[in-house]
């Protein structure tokens, strides 16, 4: 039975709040959708998106923040909220409103079609040619119905040479084309300079920007929230200015850094027997910021 004396937690939440200890460390490493306004508005423009009648030249999207930020978090949401449907239980006929594949490691037409085969659960033969696969890709989303397209990592076309990039941005071009569906890239700052430097991609993708957080009133908002989803049985008080400027220092203004650094020391405090998070252990739990863990790699 839930203890009423736990107002910072989310009602759903209270309950956990009296789980033992392992329970709750569990569900605070769980993923959890937070919801702040620039995550919401990038759902709006693709259900926008969704709704479009076909026509030859369809608007495109074209996701763009740092590695880490929330990009994928938010189109795996929307993908969630577009499941596929049996349109003709008699015949077994699938939609797929949204699908999403993740670009190859570089741009490669043929491991590209594979990826489109594989997430629309078609047997893909390794060693066909790259038409065969380009067929029956085609054939399998115009007869699933697929209205919108997703390219995860996009910014993987800058691994290629430069023809490898040219072809696969020409891919990209005739997929919309062909298909007149949306598409939705999702990448780095480097899958803004891939699509612009394609003069008829870049009139067709809209930049949407997903730039680092900074200290203001809607990152409070967001630490409030991931506060309130935390089964911790005492205030951490994380919007409060100096524990707020802190977190948003150490984690470089990134979004999955934040809650990457939040769920460690929330798990930290319950194993301590805390029950909430303390500025003064943030420095204690083992986080190392993203840009020193990339000059250690290097």
Known sequence: MSNP??????????????APGEIRIQRIRADRWIGYARAEAALAAMDDLLT???RTRMPNLLLVGPSNNGKTM????????HLRDTVDASEGAISVPVLKVQMPPAPDERLFFAAV??????????????AVKQDMAMRILRATDVRLLVIDEVHNILSGSRAQQRRFLNLLRWLGNELQIPLVAVGTAEALRAIQSDDQLANRFTPFGLPPWRYDAE???????????????????????????KLLSAAEGILGEVVSLVTTAAVAAVAAGEERILIERIDDIGFIPPTERRRVAG
């Open 117 to 130: 085969l594989e997430a629309l659960g078609a047997p893909d033969r390794n060693h066909d040619r790259l």
């Open 52 to 54: 479009f009648p076909k």
């Open 219 to 245: 990152y409070l908002r967001l630490l409030n929230t991931l506060e309130a989803m935390l089964p911790l049985r005492e205030r951490s008080g994380m919007e409060e200015p100096a524990f707020a400027q």
């Open 74 to 81: 938010i189109v795996e949401k929307f993908k969630r909220a």
């Open 5 to 18: 004396s736990y107002p910072h937690l989310l009602p759903q939440i209270r309950a956990l709040a009296d």
